[in-house]
Nanobody, 121 residues
Framework: VQLQASGGGSVQAGGSLRLSCSPS????????LGWFRQAPGREREFVTA????????YYADSVKGRFTVSRDRAENTLSLQMNSVKPEDTAVYYC???????????????WGQGTLVTVSS
């Protein structure tokens, strides 16, 4: 069971992009779905997470106020709305699943291949 991210592409700074993630299996209400990113030459970093059941959200300071995570339980999809993007948002974005809230990728599983977001200045 992998979570495949999609929707990446090239966008100019200040623009918007919407990423999607579709689990091949239906997450439990207790699961936490997270978005991470990895830029070239850098370690993977936490972006945001959402509790599948309650919808509670958590954000890295670097994206707070610009990115919005959401989930549609009926459609079984996870989304990341990226607004006011910056060149430093350039990275491969991944979604993954965890049994509990964590800001480190080690607690997550079912990683897919990710989707590349490139922000030009």
């Amino acid at each position: 069971v992998q979570l495949q991210a999609s929707g990446g592409g090239s966008v100019q700074a200040g623009g918007s992009l919407r990423l999607s993630c579709s689990p091949s299996g239906r997450p439990f209400s207790s699961h936490v779905l997270g978005w991470f990113r990895q830029a070239p030459g850098r370690e993977r970093e936490f972006v945001t997470a959402i509790r599948w059941g309650s919808g509670s959200t958590y954000y890295a300071d670097s994206v707070k106020g610009r990115f919005t995570v959401s989930r549609d339980r009926a459609e079984n999809t996870l989304s990341l709305q990226m607004n006011s993007v910056k060149p430093e948002d350039t990275a491969v974005y991944y979604c993954a699943k965890s049994n509990s809230l964590s800001y480190t990728g080690r607690e997550y599983r079912d990683w897919g291949q990710g989707t590349l977001v490139t922000v030009s200045s």
